[in-house]
């Protein structure tokens, strides 16, 4: 089945303590990127990767970092969570290199919670 | 930044009705797309509309895009109850990169 997954599902931290959040695709899609979504704000992108070693910032890229060493593959990394990053994730892949011409599959999503 | 704005913010309607929600956006795009959520999921992509076209159709929704006016419309036909959801356009432009810019969204209750 054609899939993006994000893995936890769910997670309750500390502040300052490291974590990492994992997003896979099946689809051999070339776009990738990562969104939060708090109450009231829609969707905001954090970071996006049109390809392999990739990456760039999207609207609110402060205190997150990606790596791409994989198509398939997009982990974001909070290297010091803060209570302010506490907030439902989300992960998506698109097709195309130009996202914007392409629709995105989501992931479930994983919402976080530092406290 | 924000760059879609939708409206209403919320909307409640007889199923049977139609739904219409709106979105104003920002800054020039190369499209603009509709996503649908229910409650705290994944968002699935219902419509794509490129910069250079008015109007789409797919099954009971209806998309049209005013550039001129940086605008754009959802329109959902003879609503039903499982289409009770929060509803979000997203701009797609190559400005400062390639990026997609969400609203905050329409939440649709659709009573039976």
């Known amino acids: 089945e054609a899939q993006v997954t994000q893995n936890p599902r769910y997670l309750i931290t500390v502040t300052g303590k490291k974590l990492t959040v994992t997003c896979s695709q099946n689809?051999?899609?070339?776009?990738m990127s990562w969104y939060r979504q708090d109450p009231g704000l829609g969707l905001r992108q954090i970071y996006y990767s049109m390809n392999v070693e990739v990456t760039d910032k999207g609207d609110v890229p402060e205190g997150y970092k990606v790596s791409r060493k994989e198509k398939r593959n997009f982990p974001l990394i909070l290297e010091s969570p803060s209570p302010n990053q506490t907030s439902l994730y989300f992960c998506?892949?698109?097709?195309?290199?130009?996202?914007?011409?392409?629709?995105?599959?989501f992931g479930p999503g994983t919402r976080l919670t530092v406290l | 930044s924000q760059q879609g704005e939708e409206d209403p913010q919320a909307l409640s309607i007889q199923e049977g009705e139609n739904a219409t929600m709106n979105c104003s956006y920002k800054?020039?795009?190369?499209?603009l797309q509709w996503y649908r959520q229910n409650s705290g999921r994944g968002l699935v992509h219902l419509i794509l509309i490129r910069s250079n076209e008015r109007e789409k159709h797919s099954g009971r929704l209806r998309v049209t895009l005013d550039t001129s006016k940086k605008s754009s419309s959802l329109l959902i036909t003879a609503s039903r109850a499982a289409d009770t959801a929060s509803y979000f356009c997203?701009?797609?432009?190559?400005?400062?990169?390639?990026?997609?810019?969400f609203g905050a969204g329409t939440r649709l209750f659709v009573k039976a």
């Open positions: 997203a701009t797609g432009s190559y400005t400062g990169g390639f990026k997609t810019i």
């Open positions: 800054t020039s795009i190369n499209n």
């Open positions: 689809m051999n899609h070339e776009y």
């Open positions: 998506a892949s698109s097709p195309g290199v130009a996202a914007s011409y392409n629709e995105q599959f």
